[in-house]
T-cell receptor, first 115, second 112 residues
Framework: DGGITQSPKYLFRKEGQNVTLSCEQNLNHDAMYWYRQDPGQGLRLIYYSQIVNDFQKGDIAEGYSVSREKKESFPLTVTSAQKNPTAFYLC??????????????FGPGTRLTVL | KNQVEQSPQSLIILEGKNCTLQCNYTVSPFSNLRWYKQDTGRGPVSLTIMTFSENTKSNGRYTATLDADTKQSSLHITASQLSDSASYICVVSAGNNRKLIWGLGTSLAVNP
């Protein structure tokens, strides 16, 4: 069964703690992305990666970090520096190196709640 | 400023009826326009993608149109089903920039 998996589906964390969201894909896609979705707002790009060992900041990278050590994996760490981390986080991937004609395929999302 | 605006914000229709969702954009230079369907609590799924030269594209009961002159797109859903209840998001890509401009979506509810 091919696709993108994100885990966990629901995540709770205490204020001041770092937390890492998992994203794995077996589509052999080069590019991967992390988005944040809040009620009443469009998707906002946090980070993206076009190739292993390389990644770029998106529009709202502050308080987040990523790594791309393997083609299949693109974990996102929400640090304590992120002031409003409660949100729905979506991971996506696309087949070529992030050109504008790519279709992005999304995972099921992780809902993070800070207590 | 690159923007994508969708209307209506929400829509309720009866099962079996047709509906049309609108997307207006001010994105330059335009590269392509996508429609995504997002079920509640799930990731978006691509329905159609259209480039500048395409003005109609269908995917089953979904038909998207694009007027690049007026910078408008529509998504027409025919013979709606309960499973069509979701948010429909219009996304425009600017030039060769991999950054996508996302609309806020239209929330569609199909009632029996």
């Amino acid at each position: 069964d091919g696709g993108i998996t994100q885990s966990p589906k629901y995540l709770f964390r205490k204020e001041g703690q770092n937390v890492t969201l998992s994203c794995e894909q077996n589509l052999n896609h080069d590019a991967m992305y992390w988005y944040r979705q809040d009620p009443g707002q469009g998707l906002r790009l946090i980070y993206y990666s076009q190739i292993v060992n390389d990644f770029q900041k998106g529009d709202i990278a502050e308080g987040y970090s990523v790594s791309r050590e393997k083609k299949e994996s693109f974990p996102l760490t929400v640090t304590s520096a992120q002031k409003n981390p409660t949100a729905f986080y979506l991971c996506a991937s696309s087949s070529s190196r992030g050109t504008s004609t790519d279709t992005q395929y999304f995972g099921p999302g992780t809902r993070l709640t800070v207590l | 400023k690159n923007q994508v605006e969708q209307s209506p914000q929400s829509l309720i229709i009866l099962e079996g009826k047709n509906c049309t969702l609108q997307c207006n954009y001010t994105v330059s230079p335009f590269s392509n326009l996508r429609w995504y369907k997002q079920d509640t609590g799930r990731g978006p799924v691509s329905l159609t993608i259209m480039t500048f030269s395409e003005n109609t594209k269908s995917n089953g009961r979904y038909t998207a149109t694009l007027d690049a002159d007026t910078k408008q797109s529509s998504l027409h859903i025919t013979a709606s089903q309960l499973s069509d209840s979701a948010s429909y998001i219009c996304v425009v890509s600017a030039g060769n920039n991999r950054k996508l401009i996302w609309g806020l979506g239209t929330s569609l509810a199909v009632n029996p």
